[in-house]
């Protein structure tokens, strides 16, 4: 099953500020896109649900340091952040 996106305007501006500064994660972005959009849980992905203040949402890798956060519901997923660990959390 194919989900919707819904981006937040938070993550459209902090994506925006990444890929201007680091184009290389042009490729990275829209193959890990791909994958929540078919499968938010697909364990390449190593989603992990969240805790705390940020309980109901998860956690996904792009790269090593750089984590997705976002949250499911129905056929959609809402896209809220996108940044380093210390960022995000």
């Known amino acids: 099953m194919k989900r919707e996106f819904d981006f937040s305007p938070s993550f459209l501006k902090k994506a925006g500020k990444l890929l201007a500064k ?3 994660l042009d490729p990275l972005l829209e193959n890990c896109l791909h994958k929540l ?3 938010p849980f697909d364990p390449l992905l ?3 649900p969240l805790s705390g203040k940020m ?3 998860y956690a ?3 790269t090593y340091e750089l984590r997705i956060v976002f949250k499911v519901s129905d056929d959609i997923v809402h896209l ?3 940044g380093s660990h210390d960022e995000v959390y």
């Open 22 to 24: 680091n184009p290389q």
């Open 37 to 39: 959009s078919q499968n």
């Open 46 to 48: 190593r989603t992990h």
């Open 55 to 57: 309980k109901g949402k």
């Open 60 to 62: 996904c890798s792009l």
């Open 80 to 82: 809220l952040d996108i």
